[in-house]
């Protein structure tokens, strides 16, 4: 069982930044492709970005250009730094990690785009 906390999120203005991280309590953190999802009331959850063991990064396209996943595997961390947030962004932010057989889902943590 691995378990993932989130941290970050908050309400934002338009034009805005924050920075989410996701703390994993495995030993073997390196192994698993990371990623951020979001959901939006009445929307269904979607992948914002993942990274995988190797470090190759993946991003939605609402999210290219303005977000950046990276990962701390001596930290056993995952952050995205979302930059140029639109109101659009607005939902829960879920860090997920996942093999090919197996994956876990953070508690998420809300941001809010709003002027």
């Known amino acids: 069982q691995v378990q993932l906390v989130e941290s970050g999120g908050g309400l934002v203005q338009p034009g805005g930044s924050l920075r989410l991280s996701c703390a994993a309590s495995t030993s073997i953190f390196s192994i698993y492709t990371m990623g951020w999802y979001r959901q939006a009331p009445g929307k269904q959850r979607e992948l914002v970005a993942d990274?995988?063991?190797?470090?190759?990064?993946n991003y939605a396209d609402s999210a290219k250009g303005r977000f950046t996943i990276s990962r701390d595997n001596a930290k056993n961390t995952v952050s995205l730094q979302m930059n140029s947030l639109k109101p659009a962004d607005t939902a829960v932010y879920y860090c997920?990690?996942?093999?090919?057989?197996?994956?876990?889902w953070g508690q998420g943590t809300q941001v809010t785009v709003s002027s």
């Open positions: 990274i995988t063991s190797g470090g190759t990064a």
């Open positions: 997920n990690a996942r093999l090919p057989t197996t994956y876990y």
